[in-house]
C-alpha cells in the first residue's frame, strides 16, 4: 500500500492523481505535452537546451538586463551591478562544442541567444556544428533573420 502512495498523488479533494506508471506509458504515445483526458495529468517534461554568448564566450548570467549593467558602469565606476555571471564556460569549450553535444545526445528545440556585441562569430560556429539544431535570438531583426536561418538556424527568435 505504501508503494502505491509513492507513485500516486492526490490533491486535497482526491481529484487528480498522477500515476507515474500511467505517465511513462502516455509519454510514448502523446510526446510531447498532450494531456490525456482520462483523469490522469500526463506531464512529460522536455529539456530544451541553450547556450547564452557574452563576448563570443558561452556564459550564463542572471539578474537584471546588459541595459543594466551598461547603465550601472557609465553611472559610476563604483556601482554595483544587478548582473550576476553564474556559469563561464572554459576557451575549450565553445558555443559549438555545447552544439555537439546537444546534437549526440538528441537534445532538440535548443536555442542560442547573442548577448549584445561581439557574438556572431562563436554563433555561426555553433550552427556548423548542428545545422538547423538551434533557434537563434539576441540581435535578430527582420532585416538580417533569413541570413541567421541561411547560416542553419532552425528558428529565429526576432526581437526589438
Not at 18 to 33: A, C, F, I, V
Not at 50 to 57: A, F
Not at 141 to 146: E, M, P, R, S, Y
Amino acid at each position: 500500500h505504501h508503494g502505491e502512495d509513492d507513485n500516486n498523488v492526490r490533491s486535497s479533494q482526491g481529484r487528480l492523481r498522477l500515476s507515474l506508471l500511467h505517465l511513462s506509458r502516455q509519454r510514448s504515445r502523446h510526446w510531447p505535452g498532450e494531456i490525456e483526458r482520462s483523469g490522469y495529468l500526463a506531464m512529460p517534461t522536455h529539456f530544451r537546451p541553450c547556450i547564452d554568448l557574452h563576448n563570443g564566450s558561452v556564459k550564463q548570467i542572471v539578474g537584471g538586463t546588459l541595459t543594466d549593467d551598461t547603465h550601472n558602469s557609465q553611472q559610476s565606476a563604483s556601482a554595483s551591478s544587478s548582473l550576476k555571471t553564474n556559469f563561464v564556460a572554459p576557451p575549450e569549450q565553445d558555443a559549438a562544442h555545447f552544439a555537439r553535444i546537444y546534437r549526440r545526445d538528441g537534445l532538440v528545440g535548443g536555442h542560442l541567444i547573442k548577448l549584445g556585441p561581439n557574438n556572431d562569430a562563436a554563433a555561426v560556429s555553433a550552427l556548423e556544428a548542428w545545422p538547423h539544431g538551434l533557434q537563434v535570438g539576441g540581435g535578430v531583426t527582420d532585416v538580417n533573420a533569413l541570413q541567421w536561418l541561411e547560416k542553419g538556424a532552425s528558428k529565429v527568435i526576432v526581437t526589438s
